[in-house]
């Protein structure tokens, strides 16, 4: 693979970026309240205010994987991706209104301590154990993308890239917490657009203006958002991007442990759910950037794309090697975007290092420490056990790292690793909050059976590959065997598909993956919930205040349905009084 010149001023700025990130986990190790007690560590002391959170909320998920994977998915498969935002904007009305009141009120560091309260320990400790497989993958997908970056710009070794950026994100949060990542987040995602924005710029330099690249971009059919097929084996169409996009966003933004605990570190409920509504229109400025910077990108290889030529193994590598083919005439420039790529994985590593840290220490460490000890961990005692949890993740996240190339895309791995496990999560707690009949063992029930399905065809294979749209080698010089390679390549693929079949299932597109986890979680685990309750085999008294069972724990619900209830429980109540009064006056 060939690669580009990185100067002396793009390893300037790079180190630089290194240093600053460093530095901020520094400077929160040794003041404020100094990390000494867990309020302060992983709740950032709930002193944060909208705008830091807002970003973070952003930057937590959409990191690296956006800034390569979304404009990859422009450049090969066209902007159909964009269609995506809408699931945004409707989605976070249910997400601020309907659960984040609901964990703002119990005020908890792990937001699966609901779930103990409202179904039971058995039901916490499952869906913390998906919680953790699910961000553990995650994070090995966010740090393997930036090591493509670096080695296809640098010539660096993946596997060198990859213990430099874990080591160094591992440091700052395992040293400065919360309050370290959110503020390195707000830093980082302006190193993130500027990556993008300087993307776009060079290529419409060279292009003579932003309406050239636009231009090409329709010839070449990569303008396409009018895909309305029922299909569910298409790979990208309204139905799939709206409904899919919404389970996986409410399972990130609103039952996500990493999210809810940036929100619950703000200082009172209305600014939090200012900081989710915030936080849209930001995702929605790097989704339609990046989308725009693949465009970008094709224009400047629309007659010779790297892969066919050569230059590049795979299309992830498509973003650094435009940055080191156009940027290396400006000085330092490249260093900034290769910042920015590294940045975006910076913050989405050490957002998931905080919460499974959270996570571990008060849904693992402290039960088993009341077990053994017959006491409760105080909170001053809580804090180097939760870094050293913390510390153990980050060198987690760099082993995993090394395997995560065998995903496939890294934008398609990451949705598929968060649709598999989100969608049966979100359905578990939309169950809590929407139902008062929903019990443990049936809830329980639909959950591993909705996990076990979706990791079946989320994971299960073979697969057939996604088909692209179509590539030029015509000004690559000598193009008669790229052309003659990628006719190959084709009759193989084709003959393959032929003669092989493949599963319904398989064929799904990825993003129904999320939708299926949640619809088949949700109805078993209700219907399950019914029938072991008339069966005797379960029951729901943790939901109730009384031993009678009469006075309804609303604080677990969401609040439309709470007030909704309790107004109907005082007109019952009214009613009973009123007829009680009536019988007195008759007699």
Not at 113 to 120: A, D, K, S
Not at 166 to 188: E, H, N
Not at 458 to 466: A, N, Q, S, T
């Amino acid at each position: 693979m060939s690669v580009g010149t990185f100067d002396a001023w793009d390893a300037a700025v790079l180190i630089s970026i290194l240093i600053i990130s460093a530095l901020i986990g520094i400077y929160y190790r040794y003041t404020g309240g100094k990390q000494k007690t867990t309020k302060e560590y992983l709740m950032a002391d709930k002193s944060m205010t909208t705008f830091p959170v807002s970003f973070s909320l952003m930057a937590s998920f959409m990191s690296a994987i956006s800034l390569m994977g979304v404009s990859n998915e422009s450049y090969q498969f066209g902007t159909m991706f964009c269609v995506i935002n809408i699931a945004y904007w409707s989605s976070t009305p249910i997400a601020a209104y309907i659960f984040l009141p609901v964990f703002y009120r119990m005020q908890t560091t792990s937001v699966y301590e609901y779930l103990e309260r409202r179904f039971g320990q058995a039901t916490r400790l499952c869906a913390s154990l998906a919680f953790t497989i699910q961000m553990v993958l995650y994070m090995g997908i966010a740090l393997y993308a930036p090591a493509l970056a670096l080695e296809a710009v640098t010539g660096i070794p993946r596997s060198t890239a990859i213990l430099v950026i874990g080591l160094v994100c591992t440091f700052y949060s395992t040293l400065g917490g919360l309050k370290a990542v959110l503020i390195t987040d707000v830093f980082q995602s302006f190193l993130m657009f500027a990556a993008i924005f300087a993307v776009i710029a060079v290529s419409g330099i060279k292009a003579g203006g932003l309406g050239a690249i636009w231009q090409v971009a329709a010839e070449r059919g990569r303008l396409e958002i009018t895909e309305f097929s029922l299909d569910p084996t298409v790979r990208h169409t309204w139905w799939s991007l709206i409904i899919g996009g919404m389970v996986t966003y409410l399972s990130l933004y609103g039952v996500n442990q990493t999210q809810v605990q940036r929100l619950l570190s703000v200082h009172n409920l209305k600014s939090a759910q200012s900081a989710l509504w915030w936080n849209v229109p930001i995702l929605g400025l790097l989704s339609f950037s990046t989308i725009f910077s693949g465009l970008a990108i094709f224009y400047y290889y629309r007659n010779c794309d790297p892969l066919l030529e050569g230059r590049i193994k795979s299309r992830d590598q498509l973003m650094p090697l435009f940055a080191v083919d156009t940027m290396g005439q400006y000085p330092g420039l490249c260093g900034l975007f290769v910042s920015g790529i590294f940045s975006a994985s910076l913050s989405s590593i050490s957002s998931a290092v905080t919460s499974l840290s959270a996570v571990t220490l008060e849904d693992y460490l402290k039960p088993l420490y009341k077990v053994i000890f017959k006491r409760t961990l105080i909170d001053s005692k809580s804090t180097l056990p939760t870094k050293v949890v913390a510390f153990i993740f980050g060198l987690l996240c760099i082993g995993l790292a090394f395997g995560a190339g065998s995903l496939g895309g890294v934008l398609q791995a990451s949705l598929t690793i968060f649709g598999v496990v989100g969608g049966p999560l979100l359905a578990v707690f939309t169950l809590g909050v929407c139902t008062t009949r929903s019990n443990q063992r049936g809830v329980l029930l639909g959950f591993w059976i909705s996990i076990i399905f979706a990791f079946f065809i989320g994971f299960g294979g073979p697969k057939p590959k996604p088909q692209t749209l179509t590539f030029s080698t015509s000004g690559c010089g000598n193009t008669t065997s790229f052309v003659a390679e990628d006719l190959r390549l084709a009759t193989e693929s084709s003959r393959v598909a032929t003669e092989q079949e493949y599963l319904w299932l398989y064929r799904l597109s990825y993003l129904w993956f999320s939708v299926l986890g949640f619809l088949i979680a949700l109805v078993i685990g209700y219907s399950a919930s019914r029938v072991l309750t008339y069966l005797k085999w379960a029951d729901n008294s943790q939901i109730y205040l009384d031993k009678y069972r009469k006075q309804l724990d609303y604080d677990l619900f969401a609040p439309p349905l709470s007030r909704r209830w309790r107004r109907q429980e005082q007109e019952r109540a009214q009613s009973i009084q009123d007829e009680i009064f009536t019988k007195l006056t008759e007699q």
